[in-house]
């Protein structure tokens, strides 16, 4: 869940982005799961799902490779973009401001950093990514 105020609009990185409505100062949780508000599916749950759920599943969540588990993200969160030179520091249980972040700014992370293949798990191409 969202722990700070944002929005989201057009994004120059990729289609929609999430950007913030307020000054996030350097090492503020912006985000962290709450188990009560972000759903979550058992690899069995997910492979039963539709694809184009799964794929809805795989677009705005990720896979906990600790609680071995898909996770999507229930708020605006599901719109942060991937960075090779991000400004939220992430893991799969909370993401942190690594820099003083304005109003207005994109809020952009390592899909990496939570989801060690993420790249792999979607078979994308991470160089099509900034």
């Not at 982005?17 to 912006?30: K, N, S």
């Not at 950093?113 to 979607?122: A, C, I, K, L, P």
């Amino acid at each position: 869940m969202l722990r700070v105020k944002t929005k989201i609009k057009t994004s120059e990185v990729n289609g929609i982005g999430l950007f913030a409505d307020q000054f996030i100062p350097a090492g503020t949780v912006t985000w962290k799961y709450d188990q009560g508000f972000d759903p979550h599916f058992t690899i069995e749950q997910f492979e039963s799902l539709p694809d184009f759920t799964k794929e809805t599943i795989l677009t705005h969540g990720y896979f906990d490779h600790q609680l071995n588990v898909y996770i999507l993200c229930s708020d605006d969160q599901r719109f942060i973009n991937h960075s090779q030179n991000p400004n939220i520091t992430s893991t799969p249980s909370e993401d942190v401001a690594n820099k003083d972040i304005h109003p207005g700014d994109e809020l952009t992370c390592d899909y990496s950093q939570y989801e060690q293949d993420w790249f792999e798990r979607r078979d994308v191409d991470r160089s099509s990514f900034v």
